[in-house]
């Protein structure tokens, strides 16, 4: 067995397998193992006879829900901005060709006990029923200033440095209410709290034009993409992609034990009596339990159900955000519904996540809001899990772990945490303009 490698990459969940693959493809020498003899970690995809052993022992599935194999009920589900970061890695390491995408039919957002489209543009701010005639004119204005904002050019900031300004002050230029401030920072920024109030706007305002850029892109009734068959693909991909670019996997890795010198620096791993040197280690918190620390907890329903959730013009494919002012919460909470139209389920059934950060004694009864909107649920399963980020300093143990999926629907966050990474690894940003396809083809 080779025996030294630039960097020993430790689980095989979505973050730990991009960053094996594009540091493969930067020439590095990567050996990815996993304890499990699956790929995906926390973030594999199930089928139904998986799901149930997971999380009902020996409890067979019920049969009135259908073939096993028919299902694929990701982990950590979550969708994909089509203009996103996430997408773009894709496409600059030319991993799309492993993946089937498909438009998600609908983006809506909770406000006073209903359910809204989310809207994205000047356009359909005028036609949305969330505002009244007014407001709907002052929403459109700012729509319209975020569609010709540039950062480079002077003409289109209206006075304001927006790298200054904080984000409440710019929607007080604009006059927007408390319920437009809500849908815009939570449906369309993507904010899971109200702290961004307090931040410069600049970074609200770039979320607001990738999730408009993002619907323009395949003109459906959502910014968001999905793979056919789930999310369960995505590890696989860039697990390929590794392998073509000459990475090493092992899977069924039992106790994979991180070895360090005297100095605290990382000089290896062992497992099954043999150890394999590396100078850097990539992994998830559950490989080095000492180096993290609980940030909170995450509770969430997995729900069957047989039809579309109510009041979203029966979609297939469906985000609700619930932000959390409408919930008296201080975090947002998300539902995630997907079907047969993704590959997902069986002709006829749906699969829905509600999920949230746990602020009480008593978790499952915080997603009653979410749960209130699925109408008839045939199946459910509660789930916790908890959160842990990194407290280590990589610099000087070059231990590099990423922190926990958090409870959103979407991939944004989960993206940013690779690149972090990435850099703290490498010491340079992704270059994201290069365009790996032909490169690839010629290494195949």
């Given at each position: 067995m080779d025996e030294d490698y630039d960097v020993i990459v430790l689980?095989?969940?979505?973050?730990?397998?991009?960053?094996?693959?594009?540091?493969?493809?930067?020439?590095?020498?990567?050996?990815?193992?996993?304890r499990n003899d699956y790929y995906g970690g926390a973030s594999a995809s199930l089928n139904l006879n998986q799901l149930w052993k997971k999380f009902r022992g020996d409890e067979k599935p019920p049969a009135f829900l259908g073939s096993s194999k028919e299902y694929n009920v990701d982990m950590v589900p979550k969708f994909m901005m089509a203009n996103g970061t996430l997408v773009r890695v894709l496409i600059h390491t030319d991993v799309t060709k492993y993946l089937l995408f498909k438009a998600v039919d609908g983006s809506y957002v909770y406000n006073q006990g209903k359910v809204y489209k989310v809207p994205s543009n000047d356009v359909?701010?005028?036609?949305?029923?969330?505002?009244?005639?007014?407001?709907?004119?002052?929403?459109?204005?700012?729509?319209?200033?975020?569609?010709?904002?540039?950062?480079a050019d002077a003409k289109t900031h209206e006075g304001m440095d927006l790298r200054a300004v904080p984000t409440k002050e710019l929607f007080e230029?604009?006059?927007?209410?408390?319920?437009?401030?809500?849908?815009?920072?939570?449906?369309?920024?993507?904010?899971?709290?109200?702290?961004?109030?307090?931040?410069?706007?600049?970074?609200?305002?770039?979320?607001?034009?990738?999730?408009?850029?993002?619907?323009?892109?395949?003109?459906?009734?959502?910014?968001?993409?999905?793979?056919?068959?789930?999310?369960?693909?995505?590890?696989?991909?860039?697990?390929?992609?590794?392998?073509?670019?000459?990475?090493?996997?092992?899977?069924?890795?039992p106790e994979c034990k991180v070895e360090f010198?005297?100095?605290?620096?990382?000089?290896?791993?062992?497992?099954?009596?043999?150890?394999?040197?590396?100078?850097?280690?990539?992994?998830d918190p559950?490989?080095?339990?000492?180096?993290?620390?609980?940030v909170g907890k995450v509770v969430r329903?997995?729900?069957?159900?047989?039809?579309?959730?109510?009041?979203?013009?029966?979609?297939?494919?469906?985000?609700?955000?619930?932000?959390?002012?409408?919930?008296?919460?201080?975090?947002?909470?998300?539902?995630?519904?997907?079907?047969?139209?993704?590959?997902?389920?069986?002709?006829?059934?749906y699969i829905a996540f509600v999920s949230a950060e746990v602020e009480t004694e008593n978790p499952e009864a915080e997603l009653e809001p979410g749960l209130a909107l699925l109408g008839k649920i045939d199946e459910k399963i509660i789930d916790m899990y908890d959160m842990y980020e990194p407290v280590n300093d990589s610099s000087l143990d070059n231990c590099f772990?990423?922190?926990?999926?958090?409870?959103?629907?979407?991939?944004?966050?989960?993206?940013?945490?690779?690149?972090?990474?990435?850099?703290?690894?490498?010491?340079?940003?992704?270059?994201?303009?290069?365009?790996l396809s032909a490169a690839s083809a010629a290494e195949e």
């Open positions: 689980g095989t969940g979505l973050k730990e397998c991009i960053l094996s693959g594009l540091l493969s493809v930067d020439r590095l020498k990567v050996l990815h193992m996993d359909e701010a005028l036609k949305s029923p969330l505002m009244g005639l007014f407001e709907k004119r002052r929403a459109r204005k700012f729509f319209i200033f975020v569609q010709n904002y540039e950062e230029k604009f006059g927007l209410d408390a319920n437009t401030i809500d849908f815009v920072g939570h449906s369309l920024a993507l904010h899971r709290d109200d702290r961004f109030l307090t931040e410069p706007a600049l970074d609200t305002v770039k979320r607001v034009k990738l999730y408009a850029e993002s619907m323009a892109r395949f003109q459906g009734g959502s910014p968001y993409i999905y793979p056919l068959y789930g999310l369960g693909e995505l590890p696989q991909g860039f697990a390929r992609l590794s392998a073509v670019y000459g990475g090493t996997y092992m899977l069924a890795k010198d005297e100095m605290g620096q990382v000089v290896g791993v062992t497992s099954e009596g043999e150890t394999v040197k590396a100078k850097k280690v990539v992994c559950s490989y080095l339990p000492n180096k993290v620390k609980k329903a997995i729900c069957f159900m047989s039809h579309p959730i109510p009041n979203t013009s029966d979609s297939d494919s469906v985000q609700i955000i619930l932000p959390q002012k409408q919930l008296g919460r201080r975090s947002d909470m998300y539902v995630f519904c997907c079907s047969h139209s993704h590959n997902v389920a069986p002709k006829g059934k772990i990423s922190k926990s999926y958090d409870p959103t629907t979407h991939f944004e966050t989960t993206v940013q945490d690779v690149l972090s990474m990435y850099t703290k690894i490498t010491g340079k940003n992704l270059d994201l303009s290069v365009d």
